[in-house]
């Protein structure tokens, strides 16, 4: 059997790099709590993400949970949020004993559909909680004026997003605060990881209380806190592929460019990302296997499986349509969003990935077109 290519793999810094890196770890013992490689990686980050504010988590799913639970949202309160998206940001909402109230998205770029929000809008909403998806940039503008006009906070889901900046800004700019992910399998990684990008100041401290049992002293508690600080041996692989995302996200641009040109032309194929709204990360390769094309989605996925190529769909089913949510919360026209969940595929994505493996699956992709 031919070699396998999965979805993605993960970027790491050269082995000799990490071991050298990590060596006075050694010297100090001081593997965890807020060490000095923690703090280098916050500024370094800010600096990269060129935002005011940055707090790190142990991954950005208790980022997003966290960054929730810092607004002090009265329990039973309603989060319009998008059910195209990874489980993890339905579930940050839910575990804050929170409503999701889910919104349709747009059928071009799979973002929330900033249009349909405002009849969403109850005495009981007190957030709007999108989702970047793919690294695409929400009508960030639209959102910010419904928000005002309704007092409500706007936490991004940004963990697709990083490094894209969106008219000259940084995208966690934008919103009340914005959380990145650092998983593996993220175009930055720190193995696991996380961060939350804010405006407030005052946030800081609510975070560092979330993320460390609200300790802030050797005798005092002043908060009521969980943890989910991030340890040195990740704080120093992030910043070791820091220095190295310009040069991964370029590279996953070639390869990225390679499959529109030989993909371009296929009916019934379309790749579901923005084009020139933003800076792209090349994060995702999505495509949606619609109508005109020769296969279903479901099909085109298992001819590429037994060719050993291992797509993903991202995202079906909608996080609203899961076992744990069905029939849980108010049941919402998710038409758009059901057509995309239903036709959306992941290619194989990432800076190492030959060229030739794309040749290939281009090659099988066209050939059953
Ligand atoms: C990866 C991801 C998360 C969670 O991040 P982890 O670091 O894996 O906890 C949250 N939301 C979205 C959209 C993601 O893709």
Request: glycine share 6%; hydrophobic share 35%; charged share 25%.
């Amino acid at each position: 059997m031919d070699e396998q290519i999965l979805v993605t793999r993960s970027s790491m810094p050269p082995y000799e790099e990490y071991i050298e890196a990590i060596k006075p770890l050694w010297d100090t013992h001081w593997l965890t709590n807020m060490g000095v490689y923690h703090s280098e990686l916050e500024e370094k980050l800010k600096g990269y993400l060129d935002v005011p504010e940055l707090s790190l988590m142990v991954n950005g799913h208790m980022a997003l949970e966290m960054t929730i639970q810092a607004f002090g949202f009265p329990e039973g309160s309603e989060v319009i949020t998008t059910p195209f998206t990874f489980i993890s940001t339905t579930h940050a909402i839910v575990r804050n004993h929170l409503k999701p109230v889910f919104c349709d998205v747009k059928e071009e770029d799979g973002t929330i559909d900033e249009t349909k929000i405002e009849d969403l809008i109850t005495e009981r909403t007190v957030a709007i909680l999108p989702v970047h998806v793919y690294g695409n940039v929400c009508n960030v503008e639209a959102i910010e004026r419904i928000a005002n006009k309704y007092d409500l906070r706007v936490i991004y889901d940004a963990a697709h997003a990083f490094s894209v900046a969106y008219k000259g800004k940084g995208i966690g700019n934008y919103g009340d605060a914005s959380i990145f992910s650092f998983h593996a399998t993220k175009v930055f990684n720190t193995i696991e990881g996380g961060a939350v990008t804010f405006r407030e100041p005052r946030i800081y401290d609510k975070l560092y209380n979330l993320k460390n049992f609200g300790i802030r002293g050797e005798e005092i508690v002043s908060d009521v806190g969980a943890n989910a600080k991030m340890n040195e041996f990740c704080a120093i692989m992030g910043l070791l592929n820091l220095k190295r995302t310009d040069y991964a996200i370029q590279e996953r641009k070639k390869r990225y460019d390679y499959y529109t040109q030989c993909l371009e032309d296929v009916e019934g194929l379309r790749f579901l990302r923005q084009k020139g709204v933003a800076t792209d990360n090349y994060a995702y390769l999505p495509v949606l296997v619609g109508e005109g094309y020769g296969r279903t989605r479901d099909e085109l996925y298992d001819i590429l499986r037994e060719n050993g190529i291992y797509t993903r769909k991202y995202f079906y089913p909608l996080t609203s349509d899961q076992a744990c949510f069905k029939n849980k919360f108010k049941k919402m026209n998710l038409k758009t969003a059901r057509k995309l969940a239903n036709e959306v595929m992941v290619l194989p994505l990432y800076e190492d990935l030959a060229m030739e493996s794309v040749s290939k699956i281009c090659g099988i992709i066209r050939a059953n077109g």
